[in-house]
């Protein structure tokens, strides 16, 4: 009776730190303001540069970034400041106009479509 017991509590240890690992790994998707190959190279960059970010991927016909993180060190509102730190919006954040201003011509959303 009490080897059952034991066992039974491993089991529920167990089970608890894969449903707690589970949690911890999120995925997001963000729409970004990106318009080429390069703000898909900054953007990706610039996201998984941010601690606890394990993947980022950037659609560029779609311009938006799926992203893997862990929650339990970072959240979907440090990922958008990351974004628009990189002169890029990220859904309802805005693109930091210092970091915009650096971007090539191509990239600017202003742009988009005029260079090609
Ligand atoms: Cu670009």
Do not use: H
């Amino acid at each position: 009776m009490k080897k059952l017991t034991l066992s039974s509590i491993v089991a529920v240890l167990v089970f608890f730190n894969i449903t707690v690992k589970a949690q911890t790994s999120s995925e997001i998707k963000i729409t970004t303001s990106s318009v080429c190959k390069m703000c898909k190279k900054t953007i990706d960059k610039a996201i998984t540069a941010e601690k606890g970010v394990s993947k980022s991927s950037l659609d560029v016909p779609t311009k938006v970034v799926t992203v893997t993180y862990d929650a339990a060190i970072t959240n979907p509102d440090k990922i958008r400041l990351a974004i628009s730190n990189a002169g890029y919006d990220a859904d309802a954040v805005k693109a930091n106009p210092k970091a915009y201003k650096k971007l090539d011509d191509c990239c600017k959303k202003e742009n988009e479509g005029k260079m090609e």
